[in-house]
Structures are given as C-alpha cells and as structure tokens.
Nanobody, 120 residues
Framework: QVQLVESGGGLVQAGDSLRLSCAAS????????MGWFRQTPGKEREFVAA????????SYADSVKGRFTISRDNAKDMAYLQMSSLKPEDTAVYHC?????????????WGQGTQVTVSS
C-alpha cells in the first residue's frame, strides 16, 4: 500500500494562488492514479481533480476547471494541486488519494488532509 501526506495549505485571500503537495511512500508511486478531494463540515467529500499514473490523463471537477492544475513527479513520489484564482467557496480540507484503478475510481488510500481557507 501507499502512504500519503499532504502539505501546503493555509489562509489566503480571494484571488490568490496556493500549491498543495502530496508526498507518497510505500509502493511504486507510478502504479497509482492520484486524486485530490475536498470536504467542508456538513458536506460530502467532493472530487476536485485526478491524474493517471504516468501523468498523461487528467480530470477536473467543473467547479475548478481552468483554475486548478493537478500534476505529479514520479521521480520524487509527489503529486501537486496548483490552485489559482481562489474563491471563498474553495475553503475546505483537501485530501490527496491514491487508486490502483485507472478509471479514477476506488480511491482507497488517503492522506490526513490539509486545510485551505480563502477569505473574501
């Protein structure tokens, strides 16, 4: 299995940018599709973005298309979420997740999350 640790969250103003990082350890990182999800209290966890094991395919939620970019560096066992033009509604705990499923489903490995707060 793979272990995941997120970092890079913080408090920013609307319109600012922020980059989240996800460090992986354990199994071969490139075997795993990686995803970013977010959750706010009282709401269900929401899909944000995903990237295939070799980085050749990505998927985004409509709410973040054009503003967020997911990437990965398999040589460093790292995944990233570059967030731009942040809005207050982007405030959430962001989790990275790993899946052996190439269809961007069945994310079974999760990090503890990092808080992103966007002030208006």
């Amino acid at each position: 299995q793979v272990q995941l640790v997120e970092s890079g969250g913080g408090l920013v103003q609307a319109g600012d940018s922020l980059r989240l990082s996800c460090a992986a350890s354990g199994r071969t990182f490139s075997w795993y599709a990686m995803g970013w999800f977010r959750q706010t209290p009282g709401k269900e966890r929401e899909f944000v973005a995903a990237i295939s094991g070799n980085g050749g395919r990505t998927s985004y939620a409509d709410s973040v298309k054009g503003r967020f970019t997911i990437s990965r560096d398999n040589a460093k066992d790292m995944a990233y979420l570059q967030m731009s033009s942040l809005k207050p509604e982007d405030t959430a705990v962001y989790h990275c997740a790993g899946s052996r499923d190439s269809t961007f489903t069945n994310f079974g490995y999760w990090g503890q999350g990092t808080q992103v707060t966007v002030s208006s």
